[in-house]
């Protein structure tokens, strides 16, 4: 398994506050990868800093490229969807296909005429002209030509109604994610991309504080429905939320082995929301 | 793989208007009054005769106007170039593609200070040849031939061949302006506008306020003849041109007098280099924020 990304130290700084304290981190190649925390975290900071779209301190290495020099180079092999709606509004849909294949060596026509074959997006339209589901579709359908190594999607489906989320990481999936091709998602909407990811980051104050597989994830943390005569033991084990549903209380544990838990009562595998909002608890405070 | 000329498209695909309709429409209007009023003129046939006179002078007239519509198309051009994308946040687009922030500003200073200055001129050679045409018909309908009266005069090549001759130093006058609004448009987080028209102005001012204190100051018209004037008028650089070919004109020079006039400008070489230097600590900005 190679190496797609090496961060080191990462650190930035803006007038007021420290929106990355020195975060270290490396992303392999052939993984979805979720970026995850509260707003103001440093999602976007973090981002940004791979994609050389800001100054920063510390080592970063993005498939060898130091993303502050040579960015054009590291850009044939790196693509982003940044925010919904960030074409161009005064840009026709032909101008973008046009410009995008003259510009960049990885983009293949044909396979962007096969996307966009299954929309109804009218190709002089201007950009200002399509619904914001249509506006990202063609972005979709933009980046997915693109013979890129790297995507990166930050909160690619903000404000989109259920039907284009769904369909967005649905195309995401089944056409353009391979071995080959490594992607790192921002979003809130957990929920959506849980069964998508193969590895997740917590990050949280500028730092990271969670980094695991999906399947270790799994293996550490355990959720437990405890009978009510447990409850006591369960709280002695130290759980890192409780929340009671139907009157019987619901223990998060982290790190705990299955042994211990198994006669407490009933397991289960928490949502990677559950998980979340758990270890962030006080974030906001 | 040359991405430069997509570029170049993408720059026109979005300011079309300014760069085509504004000059088509100036020459529309243009041929369209002076039809009219051809038909109140009165003239006398001596006049008739000595038409060829206005050959040239309509000609640099012409693109006097145009220098006009493109100086204001370009000023506004040039300070929303690098600042428009990054307040509609469109620049996330432009950079997610596999292109240096050099090139991308090269391929602003090169849209304004080449491509419209060379629209600009063969749309005014084209308003200038259709208005040759009409003379034909006035001078026809007042009993002359324009054959001998007009297009066999050599004034209907030189003129063109010499407005050909000083574009080049018609796209010089422009660097330093281009410079200049391509900086402000890449450095503002807010009203680039102001920041481009107050700084040159207040610096002016305060340079006038130091001569009064009796200290070392550069002298007034240093100062705001070769100083704020060509960091803010410089897209009106056709003017520039105009003028001083309009001068040796009328003291009797020719073509050589006028090409030397046009040319004989060691500030615009001067200010030209300042001009490209702004430019590279445009592309720097570019490439260190996003951000507004």
Request: hydrophobic letters at 50%; one cysteine or more.
């Given at each position: 398994?190679?190496?797609?990304?090496?961060?080191?130290?990462?650190?930035?700084?803006y007038?007021?506050?420290?929106?990355?304290?020195?975060?270290?981190?490396?992303?392999?190649?052939?993984?979805?990868?979720?970026?995850?925390?509260?707003?103001?975290?440093?999602?976007t900071?973090?981002?940004k800093?791979?994609?050389?779209l800001t100054?920063?301190?510390?080592?970063?290495?993005?498939?060898?490229?130091?993303?502050?020099?040579?960015?054009?180079?590291?850009?044939?092999?790196?693509?982003?969807?940044?925010?919904?709606?960030?074409?161009?509004?005064?840009?026709?849909?032909?101008?973008?296909?046009?410009?995008?294949?003259?510009?960049?060596?990885?983009?293949?026509?044909?396979?962007?005429?096969?996307?966009?074959?299954?929309?109804?997006?009218?190709?002089?339209?201007?950009?200002?002209?399509?619904?914001?589901?249509?506006?990202?579709?063609?972005?979709?359908?933009?980046?997915?030509?693109?013979?890129?190594?790297?995507?990166?999607?930050?909160?690619?489906?903000?404000?989109?109604?259920?039907?284009?989320?769904?369909?967005?990481?649905?195309?995401?999936?089944?056409?353009?994610?391979?071995?080959?091709?490594?992607?790192?998602?921002?979003?809130?909407?957990?929920?959506?991309?849980?069964?998508?990811?193969?590895?997740?980051?917590?990050?949280?104050?500028?730092?990271?504080?969670?980094?695991?597989?999906?399947?270790?994830?799994?293996?550490?943390?355990?959720?437990?429905?405890?009978?009510?005569?447990?409850?006591?033991?369960?709280?002695?084990?130290?759980?890192?939320?409780?929340?009671?549903?139907?009157?019987?209380?619901?223990?998060?544990?982290?790190?705990?082995?299955?042994?211990?838990?198994?006669?407490?009562?009933?397991?289960?595998?928490?949502?990677?929301?559950?998980?979340?909002?758990?270890?962030?608890?006080?974030?906001?405070? | 793989?040359?991405?430069?000329?997509?570029?170049?498209?993408?720059?026109?695909?979005?300011?079309?208007?300014?760069?085509?309709?504004?000059?088509?429409?100036?020459?529309?209007?243009?041929?369209?009054?002076?039809?009219?009023?051809?038909?109140?003129?009165?003239?006398?046939?001596?006049?008739?005769?000595?038409?060829?006179?206005?050959?040239?002078?309509?000609?640099?007239?012409?693109?006097?106007?145009?220098?006009?519509?493109?100086?204001?198309?370009?000023?506004?051009?040039?300070?929303?170039?690098?600042?428009?994308?990054r307040?509609?946040r469109?620049v996330l687009?432009?950079?997610?593609?596999?292109?240096?922030?050099?090139?991308?500003?090269?391929?602003?200073?090169?849209?304004?200070?080449?491509?419209?200055?060379?629209?600009?001129?063969?749309?005014?050679?084209?308003?200038?040849?259709?208005?040759?045409?009409?003379?034909?018909?006035?001078?026809?309908?007042?009993?002359?031939?324009?054959?001998?009266?007009?297009?066999?005069?050599?004034?209907?090549?030189?003129?063109?061949?010499?407005?050909?001759?000083?574009?080049?130093?018609?796209?010089?006058?422009?660097?330093?302006?281009?410079?200049?609004?391509?900086?402000?448009?890449?450095?503002?987080r807010?009203?680039?506008?102001?920041?481009?028209?107050?700084?040159?102005?207040?610096?002016?001012?305060?340079?006038?306020?130091?001569?009064?204190?009796?200290?070392?100051?550069?002298?007034?018209?240093?100062?705001?003849?070769?100083?704020?004037?060509?960091?803010?008028?410089?897209?009106?650089?056709?003017?520039?041109?105009?003028?001083?070919?309009?001068?040796?004109?009328?003291?009797?020079?020719?073509?050589?007098?006028?090409?030397?006039?046009?040319?004989?400008?060691?500030?615009?070489?001067?200010?030209?280099?300042?001009?490209?230097?702004?430019?590279?600590?445009?592309?720097?900005?570019?490439?260190r924020s996003v951000d507004l």
């Amino acid at each position: 398994m190679t190496t797609l990304i090496e961060a080191s130290g990462l650190r930035k700084r803006y007038k007021s506050t420290e929106a990355l304290r020195g975060i270290d981190f490396n992303i392999q190649a052939g993984r979805i990868v979720g970026l995850i925390g509260p707003n103001g975290a440093g999602k976007t900071t973090a981002l940004k800093a791979i994609l050389g779209l800001t100054e920063f301190e510390g080592q970063l290495q993005v498939l060898g490229h130091d993303p502050r020099a040579g960015r054009e180079h590291m850009m044939r092999d790196v693509c982003f969807i940044a925010d919904v709606a960030v074409l161009p509004r005064w840009l026709r849909v032909q101008q973008a296909i046009d410009f995008v294949s003259g510009v960049h060596s990885k983009f293949d026509l044909k396979r962007c005429e096969a996307f966009m074959a299954r929309t109804q997006i009218p190709r002089q339209a201007r950009v200002r002209e399509l619904s914001k589901g249509m506006i990202v579709q063609l972005h979709l359908a933009l980046v997915m030509a693109i013979d890129a190594r790297f995507l990166v999607l930050d909160e690619p489906t903000l404000g989109l109604d259920l039907l284009y989320r769904k369909q967005f990481y649905q195309t995401l999936l089944e056409d353009y994610f391979d071995e080959q091709r490594t992607i790192l998602i921002t979003t809130h909407q957990v929920e959506e991309i849980e069964h998508i990811l193969s590895d997740v980051m917590f990050i949280r104050d500028g730092r990271i504080t969670l980094n695991a597989d999906m399947e270790s994830l799994g293996e550490r943390f355990i959720e437990v429905m405890v009978a009510p005569e447990h409850d006591q033991d369960a709280r002695g084990l130290n759980p890192l939320s409780t929340r009671s549903v139907f009157g019987r209380s619901v223990h998060l544990f982290d790190g705990v082995p299955r042994e211990r838990l198994q006669p407490l009562g009933e397991l289960r595998r928490p949502g990677l929301a559950d998980i979340f909002v758990a270890t962030m608890q006080g974030a906001h405070a | 793989m040359n991405t430069f000329p997509w570029m170049l498209k993408r720059e026109y695909w979005e300011h079309r208007g300014g760069f085509l309709l504004a000059p088509l429409w100036t020459g529309v209007t243009l041929l369209g009054f002076t039809s009219i009023g051809s038909l109140f003129t009165h003239t006398t046939p001596q006049q008739i005769q000595q038409v060829d006179r206005v050959i040239s002078p309509l000609l640099l007239g012409i693109d006097g106007l145009f220098g006009v519509v493109i100086g204001f198309v370009l000023f506004f051009y040039l300070l929303g170039a690098l600042y428009d994308d990054r307040r509609d946040r469109s620049v996330l687009f432009w950079k997610s593609m596999p292109i240096s922030d050099t090139a991308t500003v090269a391929s602003k200073a090169a849209t304004a200070v080449v491509l419209v200055p060379i629209l600009a001129t063969v749309m005014a050679l084209c308003t200038w040849l259709i208005m040759q045409i009409l003379l034909s018909v006035f001078v026809l309908a007042h009993g002359g031939n324009p054959l001998t009266l007009i297009w066999m005069r050599s004034a209907v090549i030189t003129a063109p061949a010499l407005l050909a001759a000083v574009l080049p130093m018609m796209m010089l006058w422009m660097v330093p302006t281009a410079g200049w609004l391509l900086l402000c448009s890449a450095a503002s987080r807010s009203t680039p506008f102001l920041w481009a028209v107050l700084i040159p102005i207040l610096l002016g001012i305060l340079n006038g306020w130091i001569g009064l204190l009796g200290l070392p100051h550069l002298p007034a018209e240093i100062m705001w003849g070769d100083g704020v004037k060509r960091v803010l008028l410089g897209t009106f650089g056709t003017l520039d041109v105009v003028n001083a070919m309009q001068a040796a004109q009328r003291t009797g020079g020719g073509f050589g007098a006028s090409l030397l006039a046009a040319y004989d400008q060691p500030v615009a070489w001067l200010a030209g280099i300042g001009g490209i230097a702004m430019m590279a600590a445009s592309a720097i900005l570019r490439r260190r924020s996003v951000d507004l």
